[in-house]
């Protein structure tokens, strides 16, 4: 195998998008074991690779008007001749480093998962699994947050997007049923995405399980040690939902209009709104379509009930 000890990695902007996208440095991690990784990525996912091993540099670019980030981005990375150059974002940026090799996704195959697609883009030899790398002071947080035995059960549901979101009322008559009377509820988010406080604090006083409130709590990262606590996870679409399903939660994704096939949480679990409007929330989804499939995937992956 050639000698590969520097490569750059462009990674994408959203936090869902960069989860995803790690099965990307994962993969070349385990193939060439001694190279060193220089990461571009944007604030909201900085803190998903701050802690991968073999890190040498971490550069944060956010996006600027007229696309002037990409002479940002060149400035901060041409100083170096690169084994291998890896966009995830098909940028003009790559075109115009010293690199041995490049790999540019364009994202225009439309066939199959994302991660499928990154695998045919890599021509792979090896499965592609998202994961995000942390430290032991991240699980040390985590384990004071999550007090007690368990079993968690997590919970997310707000994203950047309400026509991605099931009714905050839904999942308070969910949770409320017999079928999570053994759980305590791992509540997971941030405040800018709560579209109605007043809904949330009504869940928060009628929820008849223990709620360990962690909205707004620490950073992405820290949620991963969170997660491999966690029994189960339901939510919406969001980054918080690939997140759980890059760890060994089982992952139930809630979807309303976006594309489950491309997007539903890798190796794990999706039921989807008939209603695929843009404009309103996934209301179609009926409580006990819901449950049904919770139980379907316990079913298959032996969950607590």
Not at 13 to 39: C, E, K, M, W
Not at 65 to 74: A, G, Q
Not at 87 to 96: L, Q
Request: net charge neutral.
């Amino acid at each position: 195998m050639t000698s590969v000890t520097k490569i750059l990695f462009i990674g994408p902007t959203r936090v869902g998008d960069s989860v995803l996208a790690s099965s990307v440095l994962n993969y070349y991690y385990h193939i060439y074991p001694t190279a060193q990784f220089t990461i571009v990525i944007s604030r909201f996912s900085k803190e998903l690779f701050a802690r991968f091993p073999r890190l040498d540099d971490l550069f944060v670019i956010d996006k600027m008007p007229y696309k002037m980030h990409w002479p940002k981005v060149w400035w901060s990375v041409v100083g170096q001749r690169w084994d291998l150059v890896i966009d995830m974002r098909h940028s003009p940026v790559s075109y115009f480093l010293r690199a041995n090799e490049r790999k540019v996704f364009n994202g225009h195959d439309d066939a199959g998962h994302m991660v499928e697609k990154f695998s045919r883009f890599l021509s792979a030899t090896l499965p592609l699994q998202p994961k995000i790398w942390y430290d032991q002071a991240d699980r040390d947080d985590a384990n004071r947050v999550l007090s007690g035995s368990g079993p968690f059960l997590a919970v997310s549901p707000f994203s950047n997007w309400s026509p991605k979101d099931w009714p905050i009322e839904q999942y308070l008559v969910l949770l409320n049923g017999d079928y999570f009377k053994k759980y305590t509820i791992v509540l997971t988010g941030i405040t800018k995405d709560v579209r109605d406080q007043s809904a949330l604090d009504f869940f928060l006083d009628q929820v008849q399980l223990p709620v360990i409130n962690l909205f707004d709590w620490g950073h992405l990262r820290h949620m991963v040690p969170i997660f491999e606590r966690c029994d189960l996870f339901v939510g919406s679409d969001s980054g918080l939902m690939h997140l759980a399903a890059s760890t060994q939660c089982k992952t139930l994704g809630l979807f309303g209009p976006t594309n489950a096939v491309r997007y539903r949480p890798w190796n794990n679990y999706v039921v989807q709104s008939d209603n695929r409007s843009r404009e309103v929330e996934c209301v179609d989804l009926s409580v006990d379509r819901v449950l049904e499939a919770i139980m379907e995937m316990c079913h298959a992956t032996d969950c607590v009930s």
